[in-house]
């Protein structure tokens, strides 16, 4: 019998598209793993590898500070910036640690999810606005939820990008968003 070439090595291989015509590979490992799952596995090569796409963050030493309710999404934005060699000064998984960890360690750019328990990311960025308002803010949302992501821009939001996406999308907004404080 021939060997599934999925299972080529006894280890999965990244599937050459993902699951759906229109999904991403972020949405495929969210969708296939689930996230408590996901919490106790090695994060993928293929996603560390993306992060490679961008070698301006080597000289940048940028401090990044993460904001979801979702411990995977966290744990996969957190493997994309710092295989770009960004540094992940704090996570937060509410607008209230979110603001608490904005005060602390005063990031250099913060990615935060609109959609939280508690207080959500449109209270957190007027809250992050109000201690700086120079803050670097880039809105992580999903699709279904652009009236949200053009109240965040609005308020004072730097940049945005849609869930699900593909790393280097992520980077890249943060590229322009940090670069934009180096002009």
């Known amino acids: 019998m021939a060997e599934d070439p999925a299972r080529a090595g006894g280890r999965r291989r990244r599937p050459e ?4 015509e229109s999904g991403s590979l972020v949405a495929a490992y969210y969708i296939c793993l689930g996230e408590l799952a ?3 596995l ?8 993306a ?15 993460i904001v979801d309710d ?9 493997d994309c910036l710092t295989g770009a060699g960004l540094e992940v000064v704090a996570e937060a998984s509410s607008g209230e640690e979110a603001v608490a960890s904005f005060r602390e360690h005063r990031p250099d750019a913060v ?3 609109i959609v939280m328990p508690g207080m959500g990311g449109l209270s957190a960025l007027e809250q992050i606005l109000s201690i700086d308002r120079q803050a670097k803010v880039v809105v992580v949302s999903a699709l279904n939820q652009t009236r949200l992501i053009t109240e965040a821009i609005r308020k004072g939001a730097s940049e945005f990008i849609v869930k699900p996406f593909m790393p280097d999308q992520l ?3 943060l ?9």
């Open 17 to 20: 598209r993902s699951c759906g």
């Open 38 to 40: 996901a919490a106790d």
């Open 42 to 49: 090695p994060r993928p090569a293929w996603w560390l590898g």
């Open 51 to 65: 992060a490679q796409g961008l070698k301006d963050f080597a000289t940048m030493s940028k401090r990044i500070l």
């Open 70 to 78: 979702s411990l995977l999404m966290r744990r996969m934005i957190a």
């Open 111 to 113: 990615t935060l999810d």
């Open 171 to 173: 980077l890249e907004t």
């Open 175 to 183: 590229g322009v968003c940090l670069a934009a404080d180096a002009n």
